[in-house]
């Protein structure tokens, strides 16, 4: 043999050897995220907290947007030096959609201390933080009905442990709440990356995976949940993960994955009452079951009885403490003072293009006017019930880019039609129309702007992006090669506007670092 042959041979199985290093190192990455996602997550937001939280009064809306660049680049350098050695695959790709979501959630919550962009927070004779105070403080439960303090209590008991700790560590007041802000984007995340754990169990295709991860990932009100100190967020991954363990259970009744589906549809429900239509959804997955697999009625209805026994005590203790203390019924609220609407079909249907342009925010809830259910709740799940002075053009192709996707999911939903109920459709289905159809039940019964804000229903993203990534792979599938690309067009610069409008936002103004309590604890 030649030393010109023998040189040859020796590059190739050099290349081979570089190429299957690469593949291991990509394969590595992805199964350490895999294996380690809840350590490194909490190690990274340890990390920020004390670096950035701890010192957010002196840091500025450019030191802030460079952190995140110097975050995001690094993952889109790895992301073009692995497609230039053909080794970019799917793990890695939702990996870095992953990282790329996660970092905005930083960002946004830096830029959204407590007493800002919140919901019944602060302000009230018992807010959501008073709640937690009082569990931290007084290591029971409030012994009041009123205000906010009717919630059940599984978020303000894991809140006060946060806040309890901070307090331990000698944290001022402001910032133990800021710590519990911390574990907020925790659990948003930790809800981002069940919404992968769940498209994973369909083993989809690469399309379906990467465009309905991307749009769960970079939506604006999932970016805001992250931040809230109120009970949404806590709801939303108790939901989550209640909607997992459903799929599991549906490929594999073991009693593993009932006792588990039991117990976190019991802590939604002990977050926030609207956990409740998740048990219209369970019956149907029960129901469906048993259709399937008639041999097997007899284990379905012994685990049925198990899911019965675990959820139906932790569902019902709270409510009947409050009953028989306040007489509160199931689905109590307390009244609310802003103007009744009328539900006239132009109020609950009509969508004002013009009005994406010339007023793309939601109006101020004390002395504007937002009658219009459909485009109030448009509006409210990319800018929830604030204005941002200075980006009403970017909000307006933000609008425009979302009216896109709701189109898709649309015209998707229409052509499966009873397609939908195959399989696992109809639990996607029912999650999608359950939670808005409660909040269009909401605006019915209690017409008034606070009762058409589209985080009641914010749950029903998982299966709108669940959706968005099958119509996606399905039209790009068609005849019309092009299509491919124009789907990718859109779901890259909905996710480019939305990114950029979060970085855009910037820090609060000094005075909202400057809270002291106002309710005395009894």
Same mark, same amino acid.
């Given at each position: 043999m030649s030393n010109v042959t023998k040189a040859n041979n020796k590059g190739r199985v050099t290349k081979n050897i570089d190429k299957k290093t690469e593949k291991m190192t990509n394969g590595l990455i992805h199964r350490m995220f895999r294996d380690f996602y809840v350590p490194i997550l909490a190690i990274f937001l340890l990390l920020v907290f004390a670096i950035f939280f701890l010192n957010d009064k002196s840091i500025g809306t450019t030191n802030i947007q460079i952190s995140f660049l110097i975050g995001i680049i690094p993952v889109i350098g790895y992301a073009v030096y692995l497609k230039l050695n053909r080794n970019l695959n799917i793990g890695s790709l939702a990996v870095m959609i992953i990282i790329a979501g996660i970092l905005l959630r930083v960002v946004y919550t830096l830029y959204t201390p407590f007493t800002i962009r919140q919901h019944d927070v602060i302000g009230s004779s018992f807010s959501h933080l008073d709640y937690i105070r009082y569990v931290a403080e007084k290591l029971s439960l409030p012994d009041v009905g009123y205000c906010q303090a009717y919630h059940p209590p599984l978020h303000y008991v894991i809140s006060a442990v946060f806040y309890k700790l901070g307090k331990i560590i000698g944290l001022s007041n402001f910032y133990s709440f800021r710590l519990v802000q911390v574990e907020m984007v925790f659990l948003n995340s930790m809800t981002l990356i069940y919404f992968y754990k769940i498209l994973m169990e369909f083993k989809p295709k690469k399309l379906v995976t990467l465009s309905?991860?991307?749009?769960?990932?970079?939506?604006?009100?999932?970016?805001?949940?992250?931040?809230?100190?109120?009970?949404?967020?806590?709801?939303?991954?108790?939901?989550?993960?209640?909607?997992?363990?459903?799929?599991?259970?549906?490929?594999?009744?073991?009693?593993?994955?009932?006792?588990?589906?039991?117990?976190?549809?019991? /802590?939604?429900?002990? !977050?926030?009452?609207?956990? $409740? &239509?998740?048990?219209?959804?369970? @019956?149907?997955?029960?129901?469906?079951? %048993?259709?399937?697999?008639?041999?097997?009625?007899?284990?379905?209805?012994?685990?049925?009885?198990?899911?019965?026994?675990?959820?139906?005590?932790?569902?019902?203790?709270?409510?009947?403490?409050?009953?028989?203390?306040?007489?509160?019924?199931?689905?109590?609220?307390?009244?609310?003072?802003?103007?009744?609407?009328?539900?006239?079909?132009?109020?609950?249907?009509?969508?004002?293009?013009?009005?994406?342009?010339?007023?793309?925010?939601?109006?101020?809830?004390?002395?504007?006017?937002?009658?219009?259910?459909?485009?109030?709740?448009?509006?409210?799940?990319?800018?929830?019930?604030?204005?941002?002075?200075?980006?009403?053009?970017?909000?307006? /192709?933000?609008?425009? !880019?979302?009216?896109?996707? $709701? &189109?898709?999911?649309?015209?998707? @939903?229409?052509?499966?039609?009873?397609? %939908?109920?195959?399989?696992?459709?109809?639990?996607?289905?029912?999650?999608?129309?359950?939670?808005?159809?409660?909040?269009?039940?909401?605006?019915?019964?209690?017409?008034?702007?606070?009762?058409?804000?589209?985080?009641?229903?914010g749950v029903g993203l998982i299966s709108a992006a669940f959706f968005y990534g099958h119509a996606v792979n399905k039209f790009s599938n068609s005849r019309l090669k092009f299509m491919k690309y124009v789907f990718t067009f859109i779901t890259v610069t909905f996710c480019i506007i939305s990114a950029v409008f979060i970085l855009k936002i910037g820090v609060a103004p000094q005075s909202v670092y400057d809270y002291s309590f106002t309710v005395e604890l009894k």
């Open positions: 309905a991860l991307a749009i769960f990932a970079f939506f604006p009100y999932n970016i805001y949940f992250s931040s809230f100190l109120n009970n949404d967020n806590t709801m939303y991954f108790f939901y989550i993960l209640t909607v997992y363990y459903m799929i599991r259970w549906m490929k594999v009744k073991s009693k593993k994955n009932v006792v588990l589906m039991a117990l976190f549809m019991s /802590l939604t429900m002990l !977050a926030k009452k609207n956990g $409740i &239509i998740l048990i219209p959804t369970i @019956l149907a997955v029960f129901a469906a079951a %048993l259709v399937r697999d008639k041999a097997n009625a007899k284990n379905i209805f012994k685990q049925a009885g198990v899911f019965i026994l675990i959820s139906v005590p932790l569902c019902i203790a709270y409510p009947i403490r409050n009953f028989v203390l306040f007489k509160q019924g199931l689905m109590y609220a307390p009244g609310v003072d802003f103007e009744k609407y009328a539900n006239t079909i132009k109020n609950l249907f009509y969508i004002p293009i013009k009005g994406f342009i010339d007023q793309p925010f939601t109006q101020d809830p004390f002395t504007g006017r937002s009658e219009l259910f459909a485009d109030y709740v448009i509006k409210s799940s990319l800018f929830g019930e604030w204005r941002f002075d200075g980006l009403e053009k970017i909000a307006t /192709l933000l609008l425009f !880019a979302t009216a896109a996707l $709701i &189109i898709i999911v649309v015209i998707y @939903l229409l052509i499966q039609n009873i397609k %939908l109920l195959k399989g696992y459709g109809f639990i996607f289905l029912l999650c999608l129309l359950l939670p808005f159809g409660l909040l269009f039940q909401s605006r019915l019964s209690i017409p008034v702007v606070c009762a058409q804000n589209f985080r009641y229903a």
